[in-house]
Nanobody, 117 residues
Framework: QVQLVESGGGLVQPGGSLRLSCAAS????????MKWYRQAPGKERELVAG???????NYAASAKGRFTISRDNAKNAVYLQMNSLLPDDTAVYYC???????????WGQGTQVTVSS
């Protein structure tokens, strides 16, 4: 079965940190570009960060300098370290996988991040 499973979300105060994890199964993980998206209530889904199989990264302007995406190909996992969190970071965060060899995107179920005092 092809699956992405996110974990690590929760409630955190402004200025705090969280580390999200995404475990992949059923794919040749190293061939996939991995991305984190998020969607807040009433807003469109937006790209937060991406990482290629050889560790090239990109970030949304809102995430750059605060968030770090990384991957461990041996563990079939991708991570999002989030520091200096803001209330506007509140959203459901989704893991996404895409290979040039397959037309379909793979999506996880999402994990809720709430930043509030």
């Amino acid at each position: 079965q092809v699956q992405l499973v996110e974990s690590g979300g929760g409630l955190v105060q402004p200025g705090g940190s969280l580390r999200l994890s995404c475990a992949a199964s059923g794919i040749i993980f190293s061939l996939y570009v991995m991305k984190w998206y998020r969607q807040a209530p009433g807003k469109e889904r937006e790209l937060v960060a991406g990482i290629t199989g050889d560790d090239k990264t990109n970030y949304a302007a809102s995430a750059k300098g605060r968030f770090t995406i990384s991957r461990d190909n041996a563990k079939n996992a991708v991570y999002l370290q989030m520091n200096s969190l803001l209330p506007d970071d509140t959203a459901v965060y989704y893991c996404n996988a895409k290979s040039d060899l397959d037309p379909y995107h793979i999506w996880g179920q999402g994990t809720q991040v709430t930043v509030s005092s």
